[in-house]
């Protein structure tokens, strides 16, 4: 029986390209950036995410830790700096120290209004000068808004934009109250001038005119001008 010859090459073989150096090099350079381009991105998205959550956390420790207003407006000017405990620098202390003042503008706007509230209702009653519950108000405004202007004016800006509406509002309530007061007065002492003038002119004629008048009966009686509209 014949034997069987493998005669071979019935493997085919792979061709590998030949790579110059320059497309080696271009291929690497390829590759290399869009590594760094994905690595960057990750460290943009982390650095974000950490900024986030240090904005998040010295927001929540403002608020947890708020400036009492009483202490602020009764310390110095040096004492009060220190008691912003931010700063301006980094995202932390930025955060910390723009809350801290927010904070503190809003419990001044809500302290301010009471006071102004008791302004109005004591020159409601008491009729205080016009001048001077302007002379009060602005007094108030620029009391408080001086107090945050120093350590930070942005926010003075702004409270001092809320105060100055309120005020206003409270100085047109009086104004418009004494007007209706002194309306109500003009007209009573009008009415009151009127109901005299009338009673002087009842009172010239009383009795002074006389006519004659037939009665129920047809008899003729003589009354004055009282009996003769009220007969």
């Known amino acids: ?107 001044m706007a809500m302290s301010a209004t009471s006071q102004m509230n008791t302004i109005k209702a004591e020159a409601m009653l008491n009729d205080t000068d016009m001048e001077i519950v302007e002379q009060n108000l602005n007094a108030l405004v620029n009391g408080y808004v001086g107090a945050m202007a120093d350590l930070d004016p942005e926010t003075a800006t702004i409270l001092k934009g809320k105060l100055s509406t309120t005020a206003s509002s409270k100085y047109t309530t009086v104004l418009d109250d004494r007007i209706t007061n002194i309306n109500k007065a003009r007209k009573a002492e009008a009415m009151s001038y009127a109901e005299g003038k009338i009673a002087d002119v009842i009172d010239l004629f009383d009795g002074t005119y006389e006519s004659t008048i037939l009665d129920q009966n047809g008899d003729e009686m003589i009354i004055n001008v009282d009996d003769k509209y009220n007969y």
């Open 1 to 107: 029986m014949a034997r069987k010859i493998n005669r071979g090459g019935l493997i085919k073989g792979i061709t590998i390209p030949n790579f110059s150096a320059g497309v080696d090099q271009q291929v690497s350079t390829q590759l290399y950036g869009t590594l760094a381009g994905q690595l960057d991105s990750m460290f943009k998205f982390a650095n974000k995410l950490s900024e986030q959550e240090l904005i998040k956390e010295a927001t929540e420790f403002a608020v947890d830790n708020p400036i009492k207003l009483e202490d602020y407006l009764n310390a110095n000017p040096t004492e009060r700096a220190e008691m912003f405990q931010g700063n301006d620098y980094t995202t932390f202390g930025k955060q910390l120290k723009a809350t801290q003042a927010n904070v503190l503008a809003t419990d």
